[in-house]
């Protein structure tokens, strides 16, 4: 586990060799590709991953989405500390249906959409206090559940509920970026570092006897997860280094049969361009670190927008 000198450290190494490292985690993008004659989705069940830790599922006629994020700010709006309102082109775009959207946290790459989201489908949004005050500066706080830990909840044929979990520390292994509840107090004050992270959830999905489970940041209570033997583990990848252990635990906590890594995409590009990788992310030496913890869990990757899953 690295101090913040070697945090900073790792960083400069990775400016270094930031070219080697792309085409490296390209190479491992396209070695673990998905397999559609390994995919464990019943027929029917298609999974979308549309970058961080944005997915939508669909079963049956019923859409839900986890933490969409499709505005997409750039780097200079997050530094000049720009309010970005939902883009309503971007989600006129990508988001084609909503009958639920489920929140693991509110910082503005999980949750700044899911206002114009439920606004546009007349959906119900689930997740913390946070998101609930969220939703009340667009007007919306009657669309907002404030989830209670583990309870279930049911939307068409999609059974799901929230566990308490943790953001990791991406601030050098110190500190939770934005931490705390989101107060901001009107939409025009929503600069990106007003999206505050708020309780942070592990989110598990039952659908057509699968189970999933979301783990949109890189830290967790393995006291609180009861939920074992899942089938796909939707794994965030992005800030696991200031985790000590963080796949050897979440691993032994959810025990996996399959692992697709998330949050490791470049979030300030476009939908719809070329993806890049994240800052020192590092998807090749993430396989090597689930390999180190176990040889019995397959990884497979997505690719941006595109679904998998059998047909009906």
Avoid at 154 to 177: A, D, E, N, T
């Amino acid at each position: 586990m690295l101090g913040p000198l070697g945090h900073i450290g790792s960083g400069l190494a990775y400016l270094a060799t930031a070219r080697r490292q792309h085409t490296s985690d390209q190479l491992t993008a396209r070695q673990l590709a998905w397999d559609p004659a390994r995919s464990p989705l019943p027929p029917g069940l298609t999974l979308t991953w549309f970058g961080t830790a944005g997915f939508r599922l669909s079963y049956q006629g019923t859409v839900i989405w986890i933490d969409p994020y499709v505005t997409r700010l750039t780097l200079g709006e997050l530094v000049r500390r720009k309010v970005v309102p939902p883009s309503a082109t971007a989600v006129e775009r990508w988001i084609d249906a909503a009958d639920a959207v489920l929140v693991g946290h509110t910082h503005f790459d999980h949750a700044l959409d899911v206002p114009a989201i439920a606004r546009q489908f007349g959906c119900r949004v689930y997740g913390s206090t946070s998101l609930h005050h969220l939703m009340g500066l667009h007007g919306l706080a009657e669309q907002a559940v404030v989830v209670t830990p583990h309870a279930d909840h049911h939307v068409g044929p999609f059974r799901f509920h929230f566990v308490p979990s943790l953001h990791s520390k991406l601030q050098l292994g110190m500190g939770i970026p934005y931490s705390g509840e989101l107060t901001c107090d009107h939409v025009d004050h929503l600069t990106p570092q007003a999206y505050k992270c708020g309780q942070v959830w592990g989110l598990f999905i039952e659908v057509a006897g699968i189970r999933i489970y979301h783990q949109g940041s890189c830290d967790l209570l393995e006291d609180e997860i009861t939920d074992k033997n899942i089938d796909v583990l939707l794994a965030g990848i992005s800030g696991r280094r200031f985790t000590k252990g963080y796949f050897q635990r979440i691993i032994g906590a959810v025990r996996p049969k399959l692992i697709v890594p998330t949050h490791y995409d470049d979030f300030f590009v476009p939908l719809g361009q070329p993806s890049k990788f994240s800052f020192n992310v590092n998807l090749t030496g993430f396989a090597d670190e689930v390999r180190a913890a176990t040889t019995e869990v397959p990884i497979q990757t997505l690719t941006v927008g595109v679904p998998v899953g059998a047909a009906s």
